[in-house]
Structure formats: C-alpha cells, structure tokens
C-alpha cells in the first residue's frame, strides 16, 4: 500500500504566508511527479503546481510570483511555500503523488486534504 499525508494548513490572515508538506510513504519502488491541487466549496477541484522527478516546475496562473513548489526526494517529500495569500485561496489542499510500486505501473495517489484559510 502507498500512503500520501498532508499537513501545514490552517488559518492565515491575507498577506500571510504558509507552507504545506505532503509525505508519501508505503511500498513505493519510486516517485515521479508531484501535483497540488486545490478545491474551494462549490468549485471544481484544480491543479496549482506541479513538479517532476527532474525538477522541473509549473503553475497555476493565478498563483505565480506567490507560491513555490519543491521537493526532497531523499525524505519522498513535496511541499508547497504560499505567500501573498489571498481570501480566494482558501480551498482544500490535495496533493497527488505519481509513483511506482514495487510490481505494478505508474499510478497516481491522493492524500486527504488540507485546510487552508485566508482571512481578510
């Protein structure tokens, strides 16, 4: 079984800044992508960043110049640094983890969310 844990959220006042990890852990032979995603009540849940097993990054328009994405491959950790925070990024927080197990092909794992609230 591979398991995917976030943590870090909570509620910041607007301008804040707030940083969420996400550890995965279990039977994994390797990890390749990482991916934030974020779903606020009422809305479609979507994709806020993303990064490979090189390092390469992506981001959500509306998060760029604010939120930086990384990884530590030695710790099978992504985290997620959030600044400027805005009321409108209130949301939960799911991070997916694209990684092999020891027999079986790429597959992508959710973890339960997290809460993060921004207060203005």
């Known amino acids: 079984q591979v398991q995917v844990a976030e943590s870090g959220g909570g509620l910041v006042q607007a301008g804040g800044s707030l940083t969420l990890s996400c550890t995965a852990s279990g039977s994994i032979s390797s990890i390749n992508f990482m991916r934030w995603y974020r779903q606020a009540p009422g809305k479609q849940r979507e994709l806020v960043a993303g990064?490979?097993?090189?390092?390469?990054?992506s981001y959500a328009d509306s998060v760029k110049g604010r939120f930086t994405i990384s990884r530590d491959n030695a710790k099978n950790t992504v985290y997620l640094l959030m600044n400027s925070l805005k009321a409108e990024d209130t949301a939960v927080y799911y991070c997916?983890?694209?990684?092999?197990?020891?027999?079986?092909?790429?597959?992508?794992?959710w973890g339960q969310g997290t809460q993060v609230t921004v207060s203005s």
């Open positions: 997916m983890v694209w990684a092999w197990a020891p027999v079986g092909p790429l597959t992508g794992y």
């Open positions: 990064i490979s097993s090189g390092g390469s990054t």
